[in-house]
């Protein structure tokens, strides 16, 4: 079978439709390779024709021709492989033969089509990358930022099984966050990895775009899969500049929505008044979906000023926008709604005067009015509540906390709570108070209701619901909030604290960190079942201060097991008190890295 086939119908003179003397073609004569025009195409059309059917069924048109004659160049004559000629011809009989020839002649033509490609008009080069002032990373933390990345998309350890060594994917979060805090940007090279990163995990994405800068966002503009980096947060690098009146205007009235929300907020950060005239703006014309976003943001800076507009948004056509405004007059004090609630709320409850101890009595309302609804309150309860309870509830919730001390003769908060409260009305009232608390950030309140951690969480003052506690904790100062969960994990054990530990500032503060690892080792030597503790073991190794890493040393080493110890216990307790304490001293050596500092551990 003969290889070196021309192309398909050119002559050894050129003048077939593969010579460039053709239309659509340069002239001259060259070697046998041109531009492509239309007999060209129909040639590489029965050729791809054939393929699919079969040569047995349709062989394509001159494929002997091109299998078998010369043309490397103007009056070039036919070379061959050694098994040209006759036993080429002779193959070419046979039904593989068939199928060798069409082979050769598709792939002699590809190269043809592929050399002959006309050159497209020159694209316009994407304008230069905006400067970053922020400064590098050191090298050993630029190193160390790409192990984090690729490690985020290393597999997954077997079921049930982590090892000993950190996980990487949780690590990178922390390491992002002290980038940023230190002002540096990330390294050209790392941008797609970091944009890759920022894709595939949500809760990545505000560090990894802010690490990522305006050449980040830049490069986003050039890969569709990354559009996602120029929507909301990532929106927030093209902004203009709070102060310029103009470019505000125009993105305002004309940027997508993502940029529109992105702008009110940095605007409303910076000039609260600023922000809500702007919003006020064009309030009349945007939607109600986009009305309730934008209100949102109000949350920001939220002050007495901000109460004509919320006042006059209780009447806007939107349930949520009206639910919305009224949850954002409630956390003022001072305002007309809050007012109107408190009112509302000291009908319903008060000290029983004809009890021969001081006792709270509730009076649910027996409607609910058109003028309640309008404040916020809605009327149908969800199923399984009963609607006075559910009315009770929303008007306690929305009444300022500062009405209860004149209501309860001059007590405080500490005092009402411990009040009895007749009729069943106790878990109501206590719960709309806790929500109070936590919307208008009430510490002394929240004090109040949590209690005493040792108190037993089911007969606790306030609340006997761990996520109500990790909210009401949430209003402390940190150091406080630390101190409280200390004492409950000492207590109560880790087994209740989940929720609690994850309110708590990281990394963790003494003593919540002593007392988690003496929990831990508690757990250990009472053979507990250890995967019961893998979700605490995790949150330790985000949240332990690195220097916590000494302290577990001991804890590493496979203790014995007692006869009621789970099988293989000790093994895994072992494995995971490695793993924290190697991830500890990675988190030490990631912020030496990037601070310049000595790591001890």
């Known amino acids: 079978m003969n290889t070196t086939a021309t192309t398909p119908a050119t002559d050894s003179a050129g003048s077939g439709p593969g010579s460039r003397s053709g239309p659509g073609s340069r002239s001259g004569s060259g070697s046998g390779s041109g531009w492509e025009d239309d007999a060209s195409a129909r040639v590489w059309e029965e050729l791809v024709t054939s393929a699919l059917l079969g040569t047995d069924r349709r062989a394509p048109t001159g494929l002997g021709t091109t299998a078998g004659t010369g043309g490397t160049g103007t009056g070039g004559t036919g070379t061959g492989r050694?098994?040209?000629?006759?036993?080429?011809?002779?193959?070419?009989?046979?039904?593989?033969?068939r199928a060798r020839a069409l082979l050769d002649a598709a792939a002699l033509h590809t190269v043809r089509?592929?050399?002959?490609?006309?050159?497209?008009?020159?694209?316009?080069?994407?304008?230069?990358?905006?400067?970053?002032?922020?400064?590098?990373?050191?090298?050993?933390?630029?190193r160390r930022l790409d192990q984090l990345l690729a490690g985020r998309a290393a597999p997954s350890p077997a079921a049930g099984r982590r090892g000993a060594a950190p996980d990487l994917a949780e690590l990178l979060p922390q390491w992002?966050?002290?980038?940023?805090?230190?002002?540096?940007?990330?390294?050209?090279?790392?941008?797609?990895?970091?944009?890759?990163?920022?894709?595939?995990?949500?809760?990545?994405?505000?560090?990894?775009?802010?690490?990522?800068g305006p050449r980040g966002l830049w490069l986003a503009r050039l890969n569709p899969e990354w559009r996602f980096a120029l929507r909301g947060t990532g929106a927030a690098g093209r902004l203009p500049d709070s102060g310029d009146a103009e470019a505000v205007g125009v993105l305002w009235d004309e940027g997508l929505f993502a940029e529109r929300v992105a702008l009110l907020a940095a605007v409303r950060t910076g000039d609260p008044a600023a922000g809500l005239a702007l919003l006020a703006s064009t309030w009349s014309t945007e939607r109600a979906e986009d009305r309730l976003m934008f209100l949102d943001s109000l949350r920001t800076g939220l002050s007495d000023a901000d109460e004509e507009f919320l006042e006059a948004a209780l009447a806007d056509r939107s349930r949520n926008v009206r639910a919305t405004a009224a949850e954002l007059l409630s956390a003022l004090p001072a305002s007309a709604l809050a007012g109107r609630m408190a009112g509302r709320a000291a009908t319903c409850v008060?000290?029983?005067?004809?009890?021969?101890?001081?006792?709270?009595?509730?009076?649910?309302?027996?409607?609910?009015?058109?003028?309640?609804?309008?404040?916020g309150l809605v009327p149908t309860p969800p199923a399984g509540r009963g609607e006075r309870s559910w009315w009770l509830g929303q008007l306690v919730e929305a009444a300022p906390l500062s009405c209860w001390p004149a209501r309860f003769g001059g007590r405080g908060p500490e005092e009402i709570v411990a009040l009895p409260v007749a009729d069943d009305w106790e878990g109501e009232l206590h719960a709309a108070w806790c929500r109070a608390a936590v919307r208008q950030r009430d510490a002394a309140w929240s004090r109040a209701?949590?209690?005493?951690?040792?108190?037993?969480?089911?007969?606790?003052?306030?609340?006997s619901s761990l996520a109500e506690r990790a909210q009401l904790l949430a209003t402390l100062p940190a150091d406080e909030r630390a101190r409280w969960v200390a004492s409950f994990v000492a207590a109560h054990g880790l087994s209740e604290a989940f929720q609690l530990l994850g309110v708590c500032a990281v990394p963790w503060a003494e003593p919540l960190g002593a007392a988690v690892i003496d929990a831990l080792d508690i757990a250990r030597d009472a053979g507990s079942y250890p995967w019961s503790f893998s979700g605490v073991m995790g949150l330790a190794e985000r949240c332990l201060a690195p220097e916590a890493a000494r302290q577990l040393d001991s804890l590493t080493a496979l203790p014995d097991e007692g006869q009621d110890a789970s099988p293989g216990a000790g093994g895994y307790w072992s494995e995971a008190f490695q793993r924290l304490v190697s991830t500890l001293r990675l988190r030490a050596a990631m912020r030496a890295e990037l601070t310049g500092s000595r790591s001890d551990d």
């Open 350 to 375: 008060g000290l029983d005067r004809t009890a021969a101890s001081p006792t709270i009595s509730v009076e649910a309302p027996h409607e609910c009015d058109a003028a309640m609804q309008r404040d």
């Open 176 to 212: 992002l966050a002290l980038a940023n805090e230190l002002g540096y940007k990330a390294a050209p090279a790392t941008l797609p990895a970091l944009l890759d990163a920022a894709r595939a995990r949500t809760d990545l994405r505000p560090q990894a775009l802010r690490l990522a």
């Open 449 to 463: 209701l949590l209690g005493a951690p040792a108190t037993p969480p089911a007969t606790g003052p306030g609340t």
């Open 113 to 142: 089509r592929r050399a002959g490609l006309r050159p497209g008009p020159a694209a316009t080069p994407p304008e230069p990358a905006p400067h970053d002032p922020r400064g590098p990373l050191p090298e050993a933390a630029r």
């Open 82 to 97: 050694a098994d040209a000629g006759g036993a080429g011809a002779g193959a070419e009989s046979t039904g593989e033969g």
